[in-house]
């Protein structure tokens, strides 16, 4: 049968109820754009906050510590072995290792260009967790000289009141250079060590001395065999997981928000563009409910001709294909409008927003592209039974 | 091509025009090539029979067979081909779209599988006197005139059999003639069957066959 829609275009009242017709390609252009635009946006968040964290080897650090609340705080708040051991057993952390601290008194001065002395705090760390391990920082027992990692904020902090203190400020290379002067206070009286800093970290908030010095001198000043710790680092694939934020928050472990805000603000973003596309998916489906409505009464309209189609012989099936095809345009232009309004949506938002940076691409992922072809296809799809029912019950 | 009517009953019918009839009930064959002419008093099941032929009705016992095939078990697919191909058909009430113009309603038969050429259809409206009305709605046309349309779209398509229910009735005897002799015709060019039921006998018809329903 070579004939088109046009041929029998006469006998169907196709020109009745447009309002409902023309609602639902409104309602239909909207869902559409709607749906496509949050699933880019779902795609441009996760690719805008995947670097937010100091990573090393494709893995995020993040300390962690006990929430101190004005119940706990009289309590011993630090991290057993077994608590560790637990943490090691999740599958969103890879591994996970106490940071030691010092038992004992220990102080540092800088001697006669810089003035300064102050008491300290000392930890350690296996060296997997730090960012930055040069080759000096190593200390074998009955060595004078000891290797520290010192924050890159605590030089910040010092750059800050330094001048105030009528102190020189210092760069993170010029600092090397400085002898320290290590106070370390024992029973046996004290014990002065020269410490040299040997690198500056982002990642951890501490001043850093090799593992073997620090339980050598815990022993030795401090007489403690093994400590727990406060401190507790993770070695995770994303530190952004949701499972081990609520991890996190069931066990009451407070971490470092500035490493893991990102991953909140994603989940907040990724909450509210799922929230977005469900709504959209909505809009979409009443869309096409009230485009059913309209071929269904189109149909029911043009009963008696359709009858006598069918009766002249007429095939149902064809029948059916053609009036579907009929619409296939129609929904192919909204889709693709869509589609096309959706993508300069993508590029303004790269090129003003972003100002044209590299981290986002300034196309539309090809998921995206591939959801409204789909949408396409469903679309037309769910036409075509709707039709070939409606004809098969006249 | 043969169309075999094999033990079919009305469901509805009384048994005693049952039993009077030729058909109902009986193994009849209607050969293709032959015309046959079915004399069927009112309220014997006429325009039944040929429901039950064209496949609008099924609510008889016994078997209608095309060929080898039971049109019983047809899907509405397998009648739709049936329809375009091989059988073709004159309804009592002539099922025309009223509200489309005469050329529209053969056009949309034609279309269908073109057997004439658009021409064909002015040919056959001149012969049968309403050429002037291809580009009336059929509304507007009298019901002699509608028969004539329902003739002509009969002979749009090809076929084996043409049914016919009472296609004569409102037509005078001049058009009677024209008509069938334009069927006869049309039929001999396809080699085709003529199925003709009427209340009585048709003149200007030359049935090779009568049967009493």
Same mark, same amino acid.
């Given at each position: 049968m070579a004939n088109s829609f046009k041929t029998i275009a006469a006998f169907l009242h196709t020109g009745q109820n447009n309002t409902s017709k023309f609602f639902?390609?409104?309602?239909?252009?909207?869902?559409?754009?709607?749906?496509?635009?949050?699933?880019?946006?779902?795609?441009?968040?996760?690719?805008?906050?995947?670097?937010?964290? @100091?990573?090393?080897?494709?893995?995020?650090?993040?300390?962690?510590?006990?929430?101190?609340?004005?119940?706990?705080?009289?309590?011993?708040?630090?991290?057993?072995?077994?608590?560790? $051991?637990?943490?090691?057993?999740?599958?969103?952390?890879?591994?996970?290792?106490? %940071?030691?601290?010092?038992?004992? #008194?220990?102080?540092?001065?800088?001697?006669?260009?810089?003035?300064?002395?102050?008491?300290?705090?000392? $930890?350690?760390?296996?060296?997997?967790?730090?960012?930055?391990?040069?080759?000096?920082?190593?200390?074998?027992?009955?060595?004078?000289?000891? @290797?520290?990692?010192?924050?890159?904020?605590?030089? $910040?902090?010092?750059?800050?009141?330094?001048?105030?203190?009528?102190?020189?400020?210092?760069?993170?290379?010029?600092?090397?250079?400085?002898?320290?002067?290590?106070?370390?206070?024992? @029973?046996?009286?004290?014990?002065?060590?020269?410490?040299?800093?040997?690198?500056?970290?982002? #990642?951890?908030?501490?001043?850093?001395?090799?593992?073997?010095?620090?339980?050598?001198?815990?022993?030795?000043?401090?007489?403690?065999?093994?400590?727990?710790?406060?401190?507790?680092?993770?070695?995770?694939?994303?530190?952004?997981?949701?499972?081990? %934020?609520?991890?996190?928050?069931?066990?009451?472990?407070?971490?470092?928000?500035?490493?893991?805000?990102?991953?909140?603000?994603?989940?907040v973003l990724q909450a509210v563009v799922s929230g977005l596309g469900g709504f959209a998916i909505l809009v979409i489906l009443l869309a096409m409910m009230l485009f059913s409505f309209y071929l269904q009464l189109m149909i029911a309209r043009s009963k008696d001709n359709l009858q006598l189609l069918i009766t002249l012989g007429y095939s149902p099936d064809w029948l059916s294909k053609v009036v579907a095809k009929k619409w296939i345009v129609a929904y192919a232009i909204i889709i693709v409008s869509a589609l096309l309004l959706t993508g300069l949506i993508q590029y303004l938002f790269q090129h003003f927003s972003l100002n044209g940076k590299d981290e986002l691409s300034p196309y539309l992922h090809s998921s995206v592209t591939l959801l409204a072809v789909f949408l396409l296809i469903l679309s037309i799809a769910v036409n075509y039974r709707l039709i070939k029912k409606s004809l098969a019950s006249l | 091509m043969t169309i075999n009517i094999v033990n079919v009953i009305p469901v509805f019918l009384e048994k005693e025009k049952i039993e009077t009839s030729a058909i109902w009930n009986k193994r009849v064959a209607f050969n293709k090539g032959e015309k046959l002419q079915i004399i069927a008093p009112s309220g014997s099941g006429k325009t039944s029979l040929i429901h039950f032929i064209y496949g609008m009705r099924k609510d008889y016992q016994g078997e209608i067979v095309f060929g080898e095939k039971n049109i019983g078990t047809f899907s509405a697919e397998q009648f739709a081909q049936l329809r375009q191909n091989t059988l073709s058909i004159i309804f009592q009430d002539l099922k025309l779209f009223p509200e489309q113009t005469v050329f529209k309603n053969l056009e949309i038969k034609r279309t269908l599988h073109p057997f004439q050429s658009e021409s064909q259809i002015v040919e056959m409206a001149a012969k049968l006197g309403i050429e002037n009305k291809l580009n009336r709605l059929v509304k507007t046309c009298s019901y002699g005139e509608q028969q004539r349309i329902a003739i002509i779209r009969a002979l749009q398509q090809p076929f084996d059999f043409l049914v016919m229910d009472e296609p004569f009735s409102h037509l005078d005897e001049n058009n009677r003639k024209i008509a069938a002799e334009l069927i006869e015709v049309e039929a001999a060019k396809r080699k085709a069957g003529l199925i003709l039921a009427d209340l009585k006998r048709v003149e200007y018809f030359n049935a090779d066959r009568i049967l009493h329903l």
């Open positions: 639902s390609y409104v309602g239909l252009g909207i869902g559409v754009l709607l749906l496509l635009t949050s699933l880019q946006l779902y795609i441009d968040i996760n690719q805008l906050l995947k670097d937010k964290n @100091p990573r090393k080897n494709g893995y995020d650090f993040i300390s962690i510590t006990k929430e101190i609340t004005d119940q706990n705080m009289g309590n011993d708040n630090r991290f057993s072995v077994a608590d560790v $051991e637990d943490m090691k057993k999740q599958p969103f952390i890879k591994d996970a290792t106490a %940071l030691i601290s010092n038992q004992f #008194r220990a102080k540092a001065s800088a001697g006669k260009i810089i003035p300064f002395s102050t008491d300290l705090f000392l $930890e350690s760390v296996k060296n997997d967790f730090i960012d930055t391990v040069p080759p000096s920082f190593s200390w074998q027992p009955g060595q004078q000289d000891v @290797p520290i990692i010192f924050s890159a904020d605590f030089l $910040e902090m010092y750059n800050v009141f330094a001048p105030a203190q009528d102190l020189p400020q210092l760069s993170a290379s010029s600092i090397a250079a400085i002898n320290i002067t290590l106070e370390c206070y024992g @029973p046996a009286g004290i014990q002065n060590f020269t410490g040299h800093i040997v690198a500056v970290s982002d #990642r951890i908030n501490s001043v850093l001395v090799p593992e073997n010095f620090l339980q050598w001198a815990n022993q030795s000043f401090g007489n403690a065999l093994s400590t727990p710790a406060s401190r507790v680092y993770l070695k995770t694939i994303d530190a952004n997981n949701p499972d081990l %934020l609520t991890y996190l928050q069931q066990k009451k472990y407070h971490v470092n928000k500035d490493k893991t805000k990102f991953g909140r603000v994603k989940q | -």
